[in-house]
Each structure stands twice: as C-alpha cells, then as structure tokens.
C-alpha cells in the first residue's frame, strides 16, 4: 500500500481576483511564498517522493515547504478550463450564455469551453498513479485534487462535494494499484 499526500499549491494574484488559473502560470503571491517558508512537512513525510506540477505555483509551494526541489510532473499540471481561463467565476455564472455550471452539477463529463472534463483528467492521472512506486507527496491543483479525491470517496461531481479543501493541508490517500481510498483526515502543515 502507497501513501499518496496531496497539497494544494499556496495563493496567487489571480486566486485572490477570482479569476481561473487552469494552465495560466502565475507565481505566488509575495504573502503566500511568505507564510509557506514558515511551514514545514509534518513529521514522517520529509523523506516521501516528492513531485509537483510544472507550473510555478505548484513548484514555489513544493519548494517552500518541503526544502527540497520536487521532480516535476506533467500529470499534475491544472485541468484545462479553455475558454473560461482567466475569466471570474462569478462573472460567468452571471451570463447564462456561457454556459458555466457550478462544480455540483458537472458529472464526470461535462467540460469548459475547449477544456477538459473530470473525467479527462482522471485518465491523464491514470498513468501517473500507476507509476507510483513509493510514499509520495503531490503539490499540484484544486482541479486535480477535486478529481483524485473523487475517486476515492466515490463522489461523482454531483450534488456537494464529501471533501473540503483548504490550503496548508496533506490530503492523504492509500494507493492499492487499483483503487484510491481516503486514509484519515487531512493533516496540517506545521510550523517551522
């Protein structure tokens, strides 16, 4: 059995604006890289792989919290929002036009403009979570998250989420080579 944590990359300007990252690649906000160098890995996972996203928020994160580079993976990069990056949330759901859906009510299938559905990324991850071959930690993305706890907690993006996640926290999972399954509550970074 594999431990995989999972942790969400620290605040960017364009998190603060509401605006959707996807692939866009912003670096922390000065506050964010600030409050992660303050942090460390809780004890027993300074030693498990570690990997992130290529894009820099995900690598500053890693970095930050960890003391070490991670190796970078391309799996973990952001779900493509195509036609809806860089817009707001907000301002699409206003615009019965375009056709935004609240995360609730996607399914597995449903996709941005242009971009990738849950169920996209779940089969680009697929590959990826195949190769693990040790305790490893991801700093990667909410989209990314979203799909790999998904998996297992059986949640099908449909109606609320069983999960919140929130900043600072390993979302820790067992990998059997098969199947994802939840392995306790999610665990805080500590304090340098």
């Known amino acids: 059995m594999i431990k995989l944590a999972i942790i969400r990359h620290g605040h960017t300007p364009w998190n603060r604006a509401g605006q959707i990252q996807g692939r866009t690649d912003i670096a922390l906000e000065e506050q ?13 996972w300074q030693n498990a792989d570690l990997v992130a996203s290529p894009l820099q928020r995900a690598t500053q994160t890693a970095r930050l919290i960890a003391d070490r580079d991670a190796r970078e993976e391309p799996a973990l990069i952001e779900m493509d929002w195509g036609d809806w990056e860089g817009k707001k949330g907000l ?3 206003a615009d019965p036009a375009s056709g935004f859906k609240d995360l609730e009510h ?7 403009p242009k971009g990738e559905s849950p ?29 790999l706890l998904a998996r297992a907690t059986g949640w099908n993006f449909d109606g ?3 999960f919140r996640i929130k900043r600072n926290r390993l979302f820790v999972m067992d990998w059997d080579g098969n199947a994802l399954s939840v392995s306790g509550d999610p665990i805080r970074l500590e304090a340098r």
């Open 91 to 93: 301002e699409l759901k």
């Open 119 to 147: 169920r996209d990324v779940a089969e680009r991850l697929a590959p990826w979570l195949d190769s693990l071959t040790q305790d490893t930690i991801a700093v990667c993305h909410i989209g990314i998250m979203r799909v």
């Open 160 to 162: 609320p989420a069983p």
């Open 32 to 44: 964010a890289a600030a409050d992660l160098a303050a942090l460390k890995l809780p004890q027993g």
């Open 106 to 112: 996607w399914g597995w299938d449903y996709r941005p």
